[in-house]
């Protein structure tokens, strides 16, 4: 029996167990990357509770009413929206044939490369008052301002919209696997039985997609809550504007994090309801055989319309944004080439290079750890550490500038008295807190990344590893990283798009006179110089398309 016999060791099914050693540096890197995860919501539930309760009694009296109110609305807005355009789009371009259905399936994931606040930006210039939109109205009818109505972009309907235009893609996405892995046997049955095509669809394809499509539209929902570009700039309030206003506007440091508080309860409540509702999906093929639906060949008129419907949201969530903000950008006088613009891009791919890099080594460690030693203890952590995807940006940087801004404090304090030596605050202003609050938000998606990746190795590959005298280290370094390098370079360029896209926590945390792409764009637009902002969107937007091919090439080759 060699050393690596008592190392590795196997189920009668198969499945790797625990060894008996190695794993322990990983078991503590591991459990330092959960817990440094789970601090920002342990620090936002201290602050509140020790922040009073006068705070939270005047907040309950005056805007916490409407902040509810608000969030529920955008919630309930962008759910139904994301859920009837990501589903139905879906079932069309997988379910039936018409001309230009390839294209389509294809181009519905674009607008995922969008910020809903670019978008909102965009919308505004054509459709506010002084718009090419109305103001050719007005031309063509010879209307004064008062003499007609039309629908206001600057509202919670607006912002809805944006937000179902970026968003819809999570639901399609997910609702189009569902589908593709769907036996034809159920859906004949029905058809069988003397059900439409429509009643076959209600009652027997869309209830087996079901858990499908609701991990996708709450996926949705926690971007909604987490938003806060799109409701700051169309004046829409919201918990996530209401963090932001009582942190600055009205320094209440005590309001902002019970405001936080409130927001992370309910983004931790359909964090569950996620997790139990992808836990029990399930799929139940028909048959012994798996036989994969066969497209239906529609008529002229129902192609017609269903290439219509299919093209509707690539048209407003990509092709119209990029035309307009690329007619803006020639009207602004942002130059790219400018030494303020080449710093704000330097701040924002060095800030998103080393979240990148942090976060997918974090994540590395967590998935390693996971493998090395499979059990409640390692899955309990990942899990810890996935909790982030469900957490605003406003909330996780409230959640880290709390017991940091103390212990600086407390540092600054003793280091006066005793050695006359002020400190100053030496990391609540810095760079590297704020990639910790990115690393925080977007460690799901980097583990997500390499876990599925990680998935596909045998265990055998580990067993084969250990027998040549290769401890977990170098089993990590010679073996796994080489071999996993594809899901490494999607973690770190999802991680990187991310970042560069992130506005919350960047505007409350970043260090003074430190400016990004995603700021500076929040800045001209919140001035109303939507040219000047423009410029910038156009640079998130780009570096945002990096992905979403990624993710159409994927989508190319299943479809």
Known sequence: MTAADDTVEYSPNGRRRAGRSGGGVFGILAWGVALSCVLPMLAVALAAAFGGTDTIRHLAATV?????????????????????????????????????????????????????????YAYTHVLDHPGIVQATLREVTGWGPRDYWFPEVRSTGGAALMLVLVLYPYVYLLARAAFLQQSAGAFLAARALGKSAWAAFWRVSLPMARPAIASGVLLAVMETIADFGTVSYF??????????????????????????????????????????????????????????????????????????????????????????????????????????????????????????????????????????????????????????????????????????????????????????IRTGLLVTGSIWLLVAAYGVRFMAAALGAYEGGQASMHANVDAAARSLGQGPLGMLRRVHLPLLTPSLLTALLIVFVDVMKELPATLIMRPFNFDTLAVQAHRLAADERLEGAAVPSLVIMAVGLLPVILICRQVGRRG
């Open 64 to 120: 916490l009413p409407g902040y509810t109110l608000t969030t529920l609305l955008l919630v309930a807005l962008v759910a139904i929206g994301t859920l009837a355009v990501g589903t139905g789009a879906a079932w069309l371009v997988t379910m039936t044939r018409f001309p230009g259905v390839r294209f389509l399936e294809i181009a519905l994931v674009l607008p995922l490369a969008f910020p809903a606040y670019v978008l909102a």
């Open 235 to 420: 004046g829409v309030q919201t918990f996530a504007t209401g963090i932001y206003t009582s942190w600055f506007s009205l320094a209440d440091r005590g309001g902002a994090a019970q405001l936080a508080l409130c927001l992370l309860s309910f983004a931790l409540t359909l964090a569950v309801i996620e997790r139990a509702t992808r836990g029990r999906a399930r799929y139940h093929h028909a048959g012994k055989h798996h036989n994969p639906m066969p497209p239906a060949r529609i008529g002229k008129a129902k192609a017609a319309l269903a290439m219509f419907l299919c093209s509707v949201p690539v048209v407003l969530g990509f092709v119209l944004p990029v035309i307009i903000l690329a007619l803006m950008s020639l009207e602004s006088e942002q130059n790219l080439l400018s030494r303020r613009y080449i710093a704000f891009t330097t701040n924002s791919v060095t800030l998103a290079a080393a979240a990148a890099v942090l976060t997918v080594a974090a994540a590395v460690c967590l998935g390693f750890y996971q493998r090395l030693r499979p059990g409640r203890g390692s899955a309990l952590a990942a899990y810890l550490a996935r909790l982030g995807y469900a957490v605003p940006g406003g909330v996780i940087a409230v959640g880290l500038i709390v017991p940091f801004a103390a212990f600086d404090n407390a540092l600054d304090a003793w280091m006066r008295e005793t050695f006359g």
